[in-house]
């Protein structure tokens, strides 16, 4: 495996490295380096896998973007989405900045910190999405391609369990099938 991309094996011989998916109203995309990726119109999110858009979901918020979100139809609106958002496997909110950025005041609103904090937390809870702060936007894409990578591997090994539990079923039906004539 090269150091600079994830390829996962897959069953036997062939092996796969999933494709990101941007959603297409993203408007500073987060530049990946070790994956693929390629605009597409998500449902929810801002980014997820090619083929599993209806299980990984992860939305991403700056910090002026997420206190946007806790006012007026603001807040409505990023509440649906969360809620969209919900029905996924795989699911988070991830912030890119500090909560000392939040908690300090280094941002523009008259919102308190402590409604901020207090939304956040009560997303968490309501919505069921894991809240991830990353410190910038190198890291945030490293940590969506781990996530997308971890994943599809899990994915892939209950897949391929499946298979494996398919195939010795139908293997005894075929010895029983050969003994009892």
């Not at 600079?4 to 987060?30: C, G, K, N």
């Not at 605009?39 to 992860?58: A, N």
């Amino acid at each position: 495996m090269a150091k600079d991309s994830y390829i996962l094996p897959i069953f036997d011989d062939t092996a796969v490295q999933p494709t990101l998916i941007i959603d297409s109203r993203e408007q500073m995309p987060l530049q990946f380096t070790r994956l693929k990726s390629q605009p597409g119109s998500l449902q929810t999110g801002d980014y997820s896998i090619v083929g599993c858009e209806q299980l990984f979901g992860v939305e991403r918020k700056s910090i002026p973007d997420l206190v946007q979100c806790c006012t007026g139809s603001n807040r409505e609106r990023f509440c649906r989405e969360l809620h969209r958002l919900r029905g996924h496997q795989f699911k988070r909110l991830m912030i890119i900045g500090s909560k000392s950025e939040i908690l300090t005041g280094r941002y523009r609103s008259g919102i308190s910190p402590q409604s901020i904090m207090a939304s956040i937390s009560a997303w968490e809870i309501r919505f069921d999405t894991p809240v991830a702060w990353i410190p910038s936007p190198e890291e945030a894409s490293h940590q969506i391609e781990s996530w997308a990578c971890w994943f599809v591997r899990e994915i892939l090994k209950t897949a391929s369990t499946i298979v494996d539990k398919t195939k010795g079923d139908y293997e005894t039906e075929m010895q029983s099938a050969g003994t009892d004539r």
